[in-house]
């Protein structure tokens, strides 16, 4: 695998270039966007840069320099071909061993790399260990990702690709890089964002041309017992697009079903017509 890495206005790739003195690497002070890349284009990129901004205003940080992120976003992709995966992270920049801040200014780095198309349906997994909706970063896209490498890791041990979570009041919120839909009694249902789920890019996008192309698409608390009776689960995120569920943890599924059907041919048309949609 071959990534392509721009850090603070240099093409690095494998060259050492952050500080261990980052806050980034010391204590996980920073944001992430992880966006689709086709041949070189890359989706839905203002919902990606607003959405970067917003996880920065919630850790208390300065709005990204959006030209000099473009800036790194065309270095790395200047090779591109094909499906790619672009990834660009903002940091509070060099400081102290401990939490409190430094006054170096943000650290900018911009990464991508070539991936395969995501297969046609997928296993999940449930897992015990809950989002904190309550919590000072809930619904950021924080750098912060060590309670998904636990969860993922238990996921891969079962044979699937994703872990689903609840919250602490027990309801179903969001998978450790996807949000999650069930169809049930011939609406599309999904978790609200005050249940600690991240705002999804691909989620929000499911739910408005869903909607508009006639389907019922309602944001709702769902609990965890509605996997083992729903019809359909699909998955969603910026890499995944709409990916049908086959199984939930031991229950098998029929996938895809007919609404998720409908959903990714919705969605794989609308994003077709429109590759930067607006917010």
């Known amino acids: 695998m071959t990534i392509r890495v721009w850090v603070d206005g240099e093409r690095v790739d494998d060259k ?3 500080s261990a003195l980052d806050h980034g690497v010391t204590v996980g002070d920073g944001v992430f966007e992880t966006c689709k890349v086709q041949d070189g284009r890359v989706f839905a990129r203002t919902r990606h840069h607003d959405r970067l901004d917003r996880s920065l205003a919630g850790l208390g940080l300065p709005a990204a320099d959006r030209a000099f992120l473009d800036e790194g976003i065309k270095a790395v992709l200047a090779e591109s071909t094909g499906l790619a995966r672009l990834r660009y992270t903002v940091t509070g920049g060099v400081g102290p061993l401990g939490s409190e801040r430094g006054t170096s200014g943000l650290t900018y780095v911009v990464m991508a790399t070539e991936i395969e198309r995501p297969a046609p349906t997928t296993r999940v997994v449930t897992v015990p260990w809950p989002r904190n909706e309550r919590s000072a970063v809930a619904g950021l896209k924080t ?10 890791a238990r996921a891969r041990e079962a044979g699937a690709t994703e872990a689903l979570m609840p919250n602490t009041r027990g309801e179903l919120c969001e998978g450790t890089g996807s949000n999650v839909f069930v169809v049930y009694g011939g609406q599309v249902l999904t978790p609200p964002l ?6 999804g890019v691909t989620r929000s996008l499911v739910i408005q041309w869903g909607r508009a192309a006639g389907l019922s698409v309602v944001e709702t608390m769902l609990p965890m017992s509605l996997l083992k009776t729903c019809d359909e689960v699909f998955i969603t995120s910026s890499t995944r697009d709409v990916q049908p569920v086959s199984a939930v943890d031991d229950r ?5 079903g007919p609404i998720t059907s409908q959903i990714a041919e919705v969605f794989e048309r609308a994003a077709a017509a429109d590759e930067d949609p607006a917010p």
């Open 16 to 18: 050492p270039a952050i």
């Open 143 to 152: 750098t912060s990702y060590a309670e998904n490498v636990v969860a993922l």
């Open 194 to 199: 005050d249940s600690g789920a991240l705002a």
């Open 252 to 256: 098998e599924l029929g996938a895809p």
